[in-house]
């Protein structure tokens, strides 16, 4: 069993020579058969390498006092178990708290535990079985309880923990568990916000921050921003970092006072702090300390750094409930919790550290304010990582002791035993045993936390439940709706954006060919649709994208649609507030989480084509779905059927209903064909309970016992097995529509059964002048026109009894199928989502009475757009960046190198867009742009080019996502797709691209590891990959690292020295751009020799160049073309052709490139 103790290696004894001869002859001898079998496995082990020792899990010598403790134990007679436990527990004595342990035992045996040595033979006797905790640092039963085999085992579960559990990553408390359990604040007051700012008017708050790694400068300023009053900054850092630093700082809008001072690498951050800016921390009523954390040395510190900013500052109401403790007089001191590692590396190695020069070089301040109670091993609470809120007078008596610079140490990559160390164990004294205050723990900015949120997913992934889908989309928390949000209402009512989210779909679904019909309507009225399928993409890893195969699905196996914007929906809160529009509509239970957690819209509205809580037994499912239907969530529901419509206003909503339609160009009667008329055609779908096939087949069972004479053509499902009823079947199995029509013109009977709803089925039925029979039901007898469908008892007997009327009635069968003719002859689709579209409009809330002021604050993002004889497409450009839905203002700057065209008559008159002339001479990809930058006002600079339009109002805000979500991203660059107007292969290659290649490898931002952020750092091409034609960075970052002044590249270059420099790079996967080029032979072969040349010279790569290097590449690209015709039949034969030409082209760039000919153009 996993953790059992391990036998000690019968060679262990032995020199390593000697032992290493052995093992070859055991070996050897090992394999001999003439041996027993016993002792050939015996010799192979003997002849296996040793494994390692199992690492120190924080193991202690036995104290002198425990030694003795256990000589008694001897001397008693005590079993061999309990001395054995009790030897291994003695090496981790430090765990236990001997006041805690007594607290959970009755008053007379706790009596009994006098010393550390009784509570430890208390835990191995009984105590471990009783569920008793050593400490709050090992919980017995939790352990028990996560590894049920350690309890059978029978093993002493904290021995089992430290000798075993550790190696295998096994731990008596997950980490939130600790923090939630021991943190003293565990929760954010919202409450308590407008009552903590009214109390800051009257307060001067100090932040002092040490800044030794500039590029975590951007994080800490965004974070400055979450203190709900004004501030004064003081920062230190190295002299290089300083304007870099004031130019960061200085746009943190409460800052009153921003002072960048650079001091000597001394005294971690401590010294800066304590010596560099002495005059200034009693100026003020209350301070945060805060320092640019890295932790290489330790994993108990990963994430240490925003662990404290997210629970010191990670919003107002964060900031607000930490700093209301330190409106009491008890409390002196707010520091983040810390981790369940660190927390037992502190009991390890005492309050003061594992080295002794942290009390010795305190002790001088001990003794000068009669602190001689404090021992080396004393247990006492300290800011660990100094980083904390607190009130500055508790820091007086450590300015007392008036240290200089020199008496703090030289940076050598310490990680304890220096003065500095020292002196974040007194900031702690000086609070409790001084000042006789508390320092108080503080965990409430959980819910910002990334580790957090990877922690509880794992946490719960280790029980996975399943609730007929719900678990993908239960997470999604439901948001009020933001109609205001963006600076700009863009909405137009002639042309709506409407957002579906339906779940995904396989070819031959009629629930989403109805929505895929409507959305088809809704687009030749105008509207632009975005279609979402939620719950495709696997972890929460992966953001949303553009999905190619549902496209191509869609227009192949349900209808063509006009929009090319569908997407996969990914899987966090943060995906669904990057999306915005006007509608936004779910379609089934599912989707409708996702769509309560989108607040960037006017009006929601609920698809509904079936009643679905019906789908499962009374239970989790069906309460859920109930819950989807609730009149809190304020959907307006389109609802397929009139029974639809009073089951949603049962509920409160507001609702219409629509009558499923028919397609007469298919569906349709056909006079001169004949019927056989003992046929019965039945609708089957056996993974469709609602579609009653248990009841349909009881019934043709039962149809048969009356002595009829019929034949059964099932549809709806392919390899169905046996009926076992004694009559002609065929199976037709999945059927299109023009076979279906076929179908129910050939039979005399149609038998289809609705459970809920009622489906398509039915109606083309009746189209095509074949009688239905179904169940008689509220919902049929609602939905149905009165006599058009035989509506028959629900039992087998009065279902055969509707059927035999049927086959044996001519008469009724003629006049039941003229009603379902004449019931059906006015039901067009068209007609059908009219009612659809009115509704919506009806719907849709007024335009606000008091729009938004006009802004005149500075913008948060400017669009470059270089441009030179831009053509008729620059219009749409600019068009399409003006109309971006944002929530902040922004400008769109373009810079014109002297066109001639008349390309800049005719663009908009918007204050927001402006243009600025330069040279044709002068331009140049990475000059232009710099001169774009220095022009811009925006904090974020956009780039895209006069060829790319942003294909939807969300481009802008998931451009900049990145950039706002992780300060030390750098650079976001986005998606392209191909011009309406370019062909299908081109498309295909950006698929491929994009959608393949770089969202596998981007779906976190980029970033080397430290080894690499050095001048030469290595960088592979996905990593360093960035497009300007669709890009923006972070001005602050521009400012240290302009882009290259050269002809061709200047983006890829760029982006790999912004990762050698050690900041992020991300790929914004929905900021998307329609951007593609059909070149010419010439052209091509033009573009792939610079393309050669650059990446020789500029990259030190080199491409294919050789004959058979380039004419593999030739063939290798048509394959793919061939592989993509495949996918997509309307590519033809010319087509192949044609890119069979241009990929020579492209062989012959390289080709002349590697002989030396050509060279890098513009």
């Not at 099932?714 to 199995?733: N, Q, S, W």
């Not at 890829?1052 to 790079?1065: D, H, M, P, S, T």
């Not at 073309?1121 to 020579?1144: G, M």
Request: charged fraction near 25%; proline fraction near 5%; hydrophobic fraction near 35%.
């Amino acid at each position: 069993m996993s953790g059992m103790p391990k036998r000690r290696h019968p060679l262990s004894t032995l020199s390593n020579t000697t032992r290493q001869a052995l093992k070859r002859s055991a070996t050897a001898m090992g394999k001999q058969k003439f041996l027993p079998k016993a002792l050939r496995k015996q010799l192979n082990r003997l002849g296996q390498a040793r494994r390692p020792s199992p690492p120190n899990n924080r193991r202690k010598k036995i104290t002198p006092e425990l030694q003795e403790y256990i000589k008694g134990l001897q001397n008693k007679e005590t079993s061999k178990k309990i001395i054995r436990d009790f030897r291994e527990l003695a090496h981790y004595a430090y765990v236990f708290d001997i006041e805690y342990y007594k607290s959970q035992l009755d008053a007379r045996e706790a009596e009994t535990l006098q010393n550390i040595g009784d509570v430890i033979l208390h835990y191995c006797s009984s105590g471990s079985q009783e569920g008793i905790d050593p400490s709050n640092l090992f919980d017995t039963e939790n352990y028990f309880s996560k590894y049920p085999d350690v309890k059978e085992s029978g093993l002493n579960p904290m021995i089992h923990c430290f000798k075993f559990g550790m190696n295998e990553h096994r731990y008596s408390m997950d980490n939130i568990h600790f923090m939630r359990k021991m943190a003293d604040i565990r929760r954010p007051e919202p409450n308590l916000l407008n009552s903590i700012k009214d109390d800051l008017k009257t307060k001067k708050i100090g932040v002092f921050l040490h800044i030794f790694y500039p590029e975590l400068g951007e994080t800490i300023a965004a974070y400055l921003k979450n203190i709900p009053c004004n501030i004064d900054i003081f920062i230190s850092t190295k002299e290089d970092s300083v304007q870099a630093l004031k130019n960061i700082f200085a746009r943190v809008e409460n800052a009153d006072r921003v002072d960048v001072r650079h001091f000597s690498n001394i005294g971690r951050d401590v010294a800066p702090f304590i010596v560099g800016f002495k005059d200034q921390i009693l100026n003020y009523d209350l301070i945060l300390k805060l320092h640019s954390k890295k932790s290489p040395h330790s994993n108990a510190l990963s994430g240490w750094f925003l662990h404290c900013l997210d629970n010191l500052i990670g919003s107002e109401t964060i900031t607000a409930t930490n700093l209301k403790e330190l409106q009491s007089q008890e409390i002196g001191i707010v520091y983040p919790i810390e981790n369940y590692a660190l927390s037992l590396g502190i009991k390890h190695d005492s309050c003061w550290g594992h080295e002794d020069g942290n009390y010795t070089k305190a002790s001088p301040f001990l003794k000068r304010f009669n602190l001689d109670h404090i021992k080396r091993d004393s247990q006492f609470r300290f800011p660990t990582g100094t980083m904390f809120w607190c009130k500055p007078e508790l820091l007086k008596p450590i300015l007392d002791w008036n240290l200089s610079w020199n008496d703090f140490d030289e940076e050598g990559g310490q990680i304890d035993g220096t003065i500095a160390h020292s002196i974040e164990r007194l900031i702690g004294l000086s609070t409790t045993e001084i000042f006789n205050q508390k320092l108080q723990t503080t965990y409430c900015g959980y819910a910002l936390s990334k580790q957090h949120q990877t922690d509880k997913s794992i946490i719960e992934g280790k029980n996975k439940l399943k609730i007929q889908g719900f678990e993908k989309v239960i997470h999604f928390k439901p948001q009020q709706l933001d109609p205001d949000w963006s600076l700009k209402r863009n909405i137009n009512p002639k042309s709506l954006h409407i957002h579906w989210v339906i779940p995904n779909f396989t070819p031959g679904l009629g629930g989403h060919m109805t929505i895929f019909r409507a959305i088809d309507y809704l687009e030749r009225c105008g509207h632009q649709c975005t279609i979402w399928v939620h719950s495709e993409l696997k972890g929460n890893d992966k953001p949303s994208r553009i999905s190619s195969l549902h496209k191509r699905v869609i227009d192949q196996s349900f209808i063509p649609l006009q929009t090319d914007q569908v997407y996969m929906l990914g899987n966090n809160q943060d995906d669904l507030d990057l999306v915005s529009g006007d509608i936004v509509i779910a379609t089934d239970r599912m989707s409708s989480y996702p769509v309560l957690g989108m607040k960037k819209f006017q009006k929601r509205f609920y698809f509904v084509q079936d009643y679905e809580p019906y789908f499962f037994a009374r239970g989790s499912s069906s309460i859920l779905t109930e819950h989807s239907y609730a009149s809190k969530n304020n959907f307006s529901c389109i609802c397929a059927s009139p029974w639809l419509k009073q089951k949603m206003e049962s509920f409160g909503n507001s609702a219409i209903s629509f009558p499923l339609a028919v397609d007469h160009s298919v569906y349709q009667p056909n006079n001169d064909q004949k019927r056989n008329k003992h046929a019965i055609a039945f609708y089957v779908r056996r993974s469709t309970p609602r579609r009653l096939y248990e009841l349909g087949l009881l019934a043709l069972r039962a149809l048969f016992d009356l002595g009829e004479h019929f034949e059964i053509i099932t549809f709806g499902e392919k390899d169905l097995p046996d009926l076992g009823i004694p009559v002609k079947v065929r199976h037709a199995g999945i059927l299109d529509a023009d076979a279906l029509a076929n179908l129910y013109r050939q039979c005399a009977v149609g038998f289809v059964l609705s459970g809920t709803n009622y489906s398509l089925v039915p109606n083309e039925m009746m189209a095509c002048g074949l009688p239905v029979v179904d169940i008689d039901a509220e919902h049929t007898r609602v939905s149905y026109q009165p006599n058009t469908a035989v509506l028959a008892e629900a039992t087998p007997v009065g279902l055969a009894s509707a059927l035999s009327r049927l086959l044996n009635d001519a008469s009724f069968r003629e006049i039941t199928a003229r009603a379902g003719l004449a019931a059906t002859e006015q039901l067009t689709w068209d007609g059908s989502n009219k009612v659809i579209e009115t509704f919506i409009q009806a719907s849709l809330p007024s335009a606000p009475s008091t729009p938004h002021p006009v802004q005149t604050t500075t913008p948060l993002v400017t669009v470059v757009i270089p441009v030179y004889n831009g053509g008729t497409m620059l219009k749409a450009v600019v068009e399409s960046c003006l109309t971006q839905d944002l929530d902040q203002a922004f400008e769109v700057l373009l810079i014109d190198s002297a066109s001639s065209d008349g390309c800049l008559e005719g663009l908009p008159e918007d204050e927001r867009l402006r243009l600025h002339r330069i040279r044709k001479e002068d331009f140049g990809h990475g000059r232009t742009r710099n001169l774009g930058v220095e022009l811009a006002r925006g904090e974020y600079v956009a780039f895209i080019t006069q060829d790319a339009i942003p294909a939807n109002r969300m481009w802008l805000m998931n451009l900049i996502a990145p950039l706002q979500n992780d300060p030390r991203v750098a650079g976001v660059f986005g998606c392209h797709i191909a011009h309406t107007n370019h062909g299908q292969l081109t498309a295909h290659d950006l698929d491929q691209h994009f959608n393949r290649w770089i969202f596998r490898s981007h779906r976190q931002p980029i970033e080397l590891n430290a080894d690499r952020q050095t001048t030469n750092g290595v960088v592979s091409s996905h990593e360093r990959f960035y497009s300007d034609n669709n890009s923006c960075l972070r001005k602050s970052a521009w400012e240290t690292l302009p882009l290259p002044d050269v002809v061709y590249g200047e983006d890829q270059l760029w982006a790999r020295e912004i990762l050698r420099k050690g900041y992020k790079k991300a790929y914004a996967s929905t900021a998307v751009v329609r951007h593609s080029h059909e070149y010419g032979f010439r052209e091509t072969v033009l573009r792939a020799n610079t393309e050669w040349h650059f990446y020789n010279r500029m990259l030190g790569e080199r491409l294919p160049s050789s004959k058979q290097q380039v004419l593999q590449m030739v063939e290798r690209s048509c394959n793919n073309d061939v592989q993509a015709q495949k996918l997509y039949p309307d590519i033809s034969d010319q087509d192949l052709i044609r890119r069979r030409k241009l990929h020579f082209a492209r062989a012959c760039g390289y080709y002349l490139a590697g002989k030396g000919h050509g060279g890098i153009r513009p």
